[in-house]
């Protein structure tokens, strides 16, 4: 587990085998970021082990929030003791401007980094042409040397694979500043050939089942939803000692995200943070989004919760039981499901 600093501006992000969540985020009644449950929620990550957290990315719903929304949810977790040294923030927006000032903002807030995939409204006619001028043009125009920025890859969201070669376009016109790509393709080839190609920068995984290959391979960690609703179980894969007992855990892991993925994914996982803290503003979704209904939620969470007790006591973030409850480094336990 990452050791804590006494001053949050002294924390930062791992220099190998990071485990950053991609946060979902907690809705208000009027629809904007709900700061306190927010603040509590990456308190509790990194409670559990996380390495990072990672805001208004895709599983955070972020490119629906307004950016004031999204600056002020990134000032209320900062203000609420997390460090900025490791949070990542997604500036993904429908416009170059907007993008710009969300990634502005967060530098100086003195994040670790910036998020951004190209904007997905215009699928079918992005070329790779585009995609680097894309990036290219919001680099010039936040005209800033301290920017590290990572590069986004979701074809199915966005719509533009950056191939390595874009991304290694990138990394030459602007070495320093292109610092990472983080790979939510699903493909492990894809993800392999990036760290052959552009293994010096920092390389993400976002398919938990991937990571001990991944990690292997020399992948620089992992950005990823699960860590949401099974922090402990993802740190105890960091933590262990070889890639085959990496690999022996990835069953597990699987086994849980079969669980969540029935229905959508990131209204399963508010779902159980609804569950398992007693606030049910936690399942709201963001329109057009829709959060789960019974029967399949109650079915849903059911199973989530006999997954997660048959897992070994350390390895459980909401059902722990004595025998984790009595270690010093483990956070209260939240309302049994």
């Given amino acids: 587990m990452t050791a804590t600093s006494d001053s949050p ?15 979902a985020t907690p809705v208000a009644i009027d629809l904007a970021p709900d ?11 990194l409670a559990s082990g996380c390495d990072g957290i990672a805001l208004f990315g895709t599983t ?3 490119p629906e929030f307004t950016a004031t929304d999204r600056k002020s949810g990134l000032e209320a977790a900062v203000r609420a003791g997390i460090a900025p ?3 990542i923030v997604s500036a993904t927006a429908m416009s170059i401007g907007e993008t710009v000032d969300l990634a502005k903002h ?16 215009f699928r079918s006619n992005i070329t790779a042409e585009g995609a680097y001028r894309f990036y290219a043009t919001v680099i010039d125009r936040i005209a800033r040397d301290d920017l590290r920025l990572c590069l986004y890859h979701f074809p199915d969201i966005c719509g533009v694979p950056l191939t390595p070669p874009i991304v290694r376009r990138l990394d030459e016109a602007f070495p320093g500043i292109v610092t990472g790509v983080k790979d939510s393709g699903g493909d492990f080839g894809f993800t392999e050939a990036l760290i052959r190609s552009c293994g010096h920068l920092r390389i993400f995984t976002g398919t938990e089942i991937h990571l001990p290959q991944a990690l292997a391979a020399g992948a620089y960690g992992t950005i990823c939803g699960l860590g949401n609703v099974m922090p402990r179980l993802l740190r105890a894969m960091f933590e262990a000692p070889s890639a085959f007992d990496r690999r022996g855990l990835v069953p597990l892991i699987t086994s849980g995200d ?3 993925s029935r229905q959508s994914f990131g209204a ?3 779902a159980v943070l609804a ?25 849903m969470l059911a199973d989530f919760e006999r997954w997660e007790r048959s897992l070994p006591p350390s390895m459980r973030s909401f059902h722990a039981g004595e025998a984790l409850a009595a270690r010093d480094n483990v956070l209260p336990l939240r309302r049994a499901l």
């Fill in 275 to 299: 569950q398992v803290t007693g606030q049910p503003s936690w399942a709201r979704m963001l329109p057009p989004l829709d959060e789960l209904h019974y029967p399949e939620r109650g079915w």
């Fill in 9 to 23: 501006e002294d924390e930062h992000l791992p220099a190998r085998d990071c485990l950053a969540v991609a946060a």
């Fill in 85 to 87: 040294g490791r949070l």
């Fill in 60 to 62: 955070g719903e972020g």
């Fill in 35 to 45: 700061h306190s449950l927010l603040a509590m929620h990456c308190q509790m990550l």
């Fill in 258 to 260: 079969l669980i969540l």
């Fill in 106 to 121: 967060a530098l100086d807030a003195n994040v670790d980094s910036i998020l951004l995939m190209p904007p997905c409204m």
């Fill in 268 to 270: 399963s996982i508010k």
